[in-house]
């Protein structure tokens, strides 16, 4: 049987703990999973694509199947390109299903053999994301067992610099 590539799509800015988990979960159910960050999503993102990137490389380093990469452009063309037959996104909350579900369908629309999965993160992650991990960071908050160690240190080097 061929290897199961799948994509799992975002901005991740900054990956957070529940990221995390969905990646690894992820990796127990493709050959290969491939974490692509979005590279023009945002005008004022947080953190740089190449910040991005190395965060997520450092975070994921242990799991051997998964990868990451950036893409720009449509999803469905990036996923072509690299042969993948799903993509992954996370759902938390019945709030997230609405713009989950238009996505979905949209890509559906776009390449009907590219399915999506969706995959709930841990139960005590899901009230954790990027926006809300960036507001409480920089309105003085501990984002302590939000995002990986290493994600709060580059937090702490930004608020160093005076660019929280
Ligand atoms: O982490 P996010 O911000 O919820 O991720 C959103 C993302 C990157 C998955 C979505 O914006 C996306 O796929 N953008 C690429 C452009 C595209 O293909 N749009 C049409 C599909 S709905």
Redesign the pocket.
């Given at each position: 049987m061929s290897e199961i590539v799948a994509i799992y799509?975002?901005?991740?800015?900054p990956i957070t703990n529940g990221h995390l988990d969905l990646i690894e979960r992820g990796s127990h159910l493709f050959n290969r999973l491939i974490v692509?960050?979005?590279t023009?999503?945002?005008k004022h993102p947080l953190f740089t694509v190449t910040e991005r990137v190395e965060m997520l490389q450092e975070a994921t380093y242990s799991i051997p199947n998964v990868s990451v990469d950036t893409?720009?452009?449509?999803?469905?063309?990036?996923a072509r390109q690299k042969n993948a037959k799903a993509?992954l996104?996370g759902i938390r909350a019945f709030t997230d299903y609405e713009?989950e579900l238009?996505?979905?369908l949209?890509?559906r629309k776009?390449a009907p053999d590219l399915e999506t999965v969706f995959l709930m993160p841990a139960l005590s992650l899901t009230y954790v994301s990027?926006r809300l991990v960036r507001e409480v960071f920089q309105l003085g908050g501990s984002v302590s067992g939000l995002v990986p160690p290493l994600v709060e240190e580059r937090l702490q080097q930004k608020a160093f610099q005076g660019k929280p």
């Open positions: 799509p975002g901005s991740f800015d692509a960050i979005l023009n999503l945002e893409f720009s452009g449509l999803l469905v063309d990036y993509l996104r713009y238009q996505m979905a949209m890509n776009l990027s």
